[in-house]
Nanobody, 108 residues
Framework: QLQLVESGGGLVQPGGSLRLSCAGS????????ILWYRQAPRELVATITS????NYADSVKGRFTISRDNAKNTMYLQMNSLKPEDTAVYYC?????WGQGTQVSVSS
């Protein structure tokens, strides 16, 4: 089955960190640009091309880092200095495929 499988969400205090993972299953991610969205409201958070170029929303620039490990067929979103306004469901996207979503909650 071709799918993206997400993991790594959870509850963290303001200022904390989380790392989201998104693994390709049944297909290789090597040639895809990878995007991370969050919902509530919908926002494109970060992208990374197949060549490794990255781009970030202004709201997360300097705090979030998107990366990929082609050997593991997995992409990551490292989130540092988290704020309550980062609370959302996060989705990874590549080609025609979407992850199932993972909840990130930032609260004291």
């Amino acid at each position: 089955q071709l799918q993206l499988v997400e993991s790594g969400g959870g509850l963290v205090q303001p200022g904390g960190s989380l790392r989201l993972s998104c693994a390709g299953s049944g297909f290789t991610l090597d040639y895809y640009s990878i995007l991370w969205y969050r919902q509530a409201p919908r926002e494109l958070v970060a992208t990374i091309t197949s060549g490794g170029s990255t781009n970030y929303a202004d709201s997360v620039k300097g705090r979030f880092t998107i990366s990929r490990d082609n050997a593991k067929n997995t992409m990551y979103l490292q989130m540092n200095s988290l704020k309550p306004e980062d609370t959302a469901v996060y989705y990874c996207h590549a080609g025609n495929y979407w992850g199932q979503g993972t909840q990130v909650s930032v609260s004291s």
